[in-house]
C-alpha cells in the first residue's frame, strides 16, 4: 500500500461500502454520504439493512449484480472480518479494496495484491480525498 494506491483508488468511481450502517451516527454511513456528495455511486453492503441514503443495500458482495461494476471495496468491518470480504472482492474482480481506519488484515491486504487488486489499508478515504484535493 502506498500514496499511489490511495489516489488510483479515489480515481474509481463506483464503491460497495460493506458494513454501510442505516444509522447517520455511525462513521460507514457518514463516509458513504460523503463519497456520495463527492460524485460516487455507493453501494451499500449490509444483511441487515434493505436501503441506506436512499440507495438498495445488498446482503452481500456475490449478490450485486455484475452490471452495477464494483470497482472499489471498502471495509467498515472488524479486522477479523476483513479476509473473508477480501476474499468475496477478489471473486467480484473488484479493480482494489480500502480498509478503513483500524482494520489491518496483512495475509488478506497480501492476498489481495497477489490477485492484481490495489490495496489501502487502515486510512479513511474522508480524510485522505480532501488532503488530496
Known sequence: MNEGSIKSLLDKKVWAVVGCSPDPSRASHRVANFLIHHGYKVIPVNPSAHEVLGQRCYPNLASIPEDRGVEVVDIFRRAEDAGGIV???????????????????????????????????????????????
Request: charged letters at 30%.
Open 87 to 133: 476474499d468475496e472482492a477478489i471473486e467480484l474482480g473488484a479493480d482494489g479494496v480500502w480498509m478503513q481506519l483500524g482494520v489491518i488484515d496483512r495475509d488478506a491486504a497480501r492476498r489481495a495484491e497477489e490477485a492484481g487488486l490495489e490495496v489501502v489499508m487502515d486510512h479513511c478515504p474522508a480524510i485522505e480525498l480532501p488532503r488530496l484535493l
